[in-house]
């Protein structure tokens, strides 16, 4: 199974084709927040390095996924420069807040909660960049399709991290109950479009 196919049987639904068509009515803003998704992505990474110390593994992947996103964030600014497309301030997509909504509050249960959430952003990047890439013209193409194998580790690493934390235990009912959420989420009609929106209009 490709990476890509198995990302596609790990989300609950395809992105709809009517975001597809918004992402391209609206390319300058996708490659705003594409911007922004990245510099959070890395945040993200480097929070969870804060705050769990103690796990080796946490820290070398996550060292690893900050880097390579804020690597991104460097490729996506780029392209904006030569586009001449101001970095404008845009507000967060309701997605990540509605994910994050279902993480409990107490560790460990609160750390598999994030991680499985990471894996599922990271999933939904990497299906949107393939399902886009085709679209695109040839420089955003090639660069979308570039950004396919380090999206697909990354939900592997925080799919792989969820299950170390949880040890014994099974994860299989925060994965179903997290991508019940996602699906509402990515299928429900959206006020304005994001990189991870609903479908507008």
């Not at 959070?40 to 990474?45: C, E, H, I, Q, V």
């Not at 660069?143 to 939900?155: M, V």
Request: glycine residues 2%; charged residues 30%.
């Amino acid at each position: 199974m490709s990476a890509l196919t198995d990302i596609q049987a790990f989300l609950p639904c395809a992105t709809p084709d009517r975001w597809i068509e918004n992402a391209l009515e609206n390319q300058s803003l996708m490659l705003i927040d594409h911007a922004n998704c990245e510099k959070k992505a890395a945040s993200t990474a480097l929070s969870l390095i804060n705050r769990y110390t103690y796990n080796f593994e946490l820290l070398n992947k996550m060292s690893r996924l900050a880097r390579e996103e804020m690597r991104h964030f460097e490729q996506v600014i780029a392209l904006m420069k030569r586009r001449k497309i101001p970095y404008e301030h845009v507000s967060a997509s309701r997605y990540a807040a509605g994910l994050r909504d279902l993480v409990r509050r107490d560790d460990p249960a609160k750390l598999i909660d994030v991680l499985i959430i990471g894996a599922f952003i990271e999933a939904r990047s990497c299906e949107r960049f393939a399902l886009l890439a085709p679209h695109l013209d040839a420089e955003l193409e090639t660069f979308y399709l570039s950004l396919l194998k380090s999206e697909a580790r990354h939900y592997q690493d925080y799919l792989t991290l969820a299950k170390t934390v949880a040890g014994e235990e099974s994860i299989e009912d925060r994965i179903e109950l997290i991508a019940e959420r996602e699906r509402e989420l990515i299928e429900s009609a959206d006020t304005q479009f994001r990189f991870h929106s609903g479908p507008v209009g």
